[in-house]
């Protein structure tokens, strides 16, 4: 398995622009996890599905971030419209069920700048 | 709740040093621990699991119930060490991980 994959990689975009970063979580995994990492407030938990269901999207800071799981080979995280606070990096990962001891696999990260 | 605190944001230690990253967790079933590491601009690794009892990369880690704490530890630190090191529980159920607020290692020559 490739591992989790995320695409793409670093993105640019201007102010008011719509903004969709994607995940390809590990085959047979239950549950995805989108985390945004930032100096000021590290590692932060957006929102994770279980069964491509979303469960908990506390996390996430308004109502311009939406997430999607359409399958299990699949999610994105859109942010419409974008502000320049939004630049960070966002990691996608994703597990197996909780009880087996075995942690969550990250991808490589989108470094989102908004200018 | 589950939550995770990582009190030091930065330790500094010379190579060779014994070097201990405090983790303390607060959840009100048994949790599954673990430590993360991320080199600069990398993603996060899995370090290390309550679980396995293991040790990797000279790191090892116990769980201490009593204290709710899964301190990380290493006698002798390296270089290739200096990284960010986070702190993660899970719960029995619902699988949602936290994350402490890491702690950035740095190792001198």
């Known amino acids: 398995d490739a591992g989790v994959i995320q695409s793409p990689r670093h993105e640019v975009t201007e102010m008011g622009q719509e903004v969709t970063l994607r995940c390809k979580p590990i085959?047979?995994?239950?549950?995805l996890f989108w985390y945004r990492q930032t100096m000021m407030r590290g590692l932060e938990l957006l929102i994770y599905?279980?069964?491509?269901?979303?469960?908990?999207d506390s996390g996430m800071p308004e109502d311009r971030f939406s997430a999607k799981m359409p399958n299990a080979s699949f999610s994105t995280l859109k942010i419409q419209p974008s502000e320049p606070r939004d630049s960070a990096v966002y990691f996608c990962?994703?597990?197996?069920?909780?009880?087996?001891?075995?942690?969550?696999?990250f991808g490589q990260g989108t470094r989102l700048t908004v200018v | 709740a589950q939550r995770v605190t990582q009190p030091e944001k930065l330790l500094s230690v010379f190579k060779g040093a014994p070097v201990e990253l405090k983790c303390n967790y607060s959840?009100?079933?048994?949790?599954?621990l673990f430590w993360y590491v991320q080199y600069s601009r990398q993603r996060l690794q899995l370090l290390l699991r309550?679980?396995s009892r293991e040790s990797i990369k000279g790191f090892t880690a116990d769980l201490n119930k009593g204290e709710t704490s899964f301190h990380l530890k290493k006698p002798f630190a390296q270089e290739e060490d200096s990284a960010m090191y986070y702190c993660?529980?899970?719960?029995?159920?619902?699988?949602?991980?936290?994350f402490g607020g890491g702690t950035r290692v740095l190792v001198k020559p």
């Open positions: 959840y009100s079933g048994s949790p599954e």
């Open positions: 993660a529980l899970s719960g029995r159920a619902g699988n949602k991980l936290t």
């Open positions: 085959s047979g995994h239950n549950s």
């Open positions: 599905f279980n069964n491509n269901v979303p469960i908990d």
């Open positions: 990962a994703s597990r197996q069920r909780t009880g087996t001891g075995i942690g969550a696999f």
């Open positions: 309550h679980i």
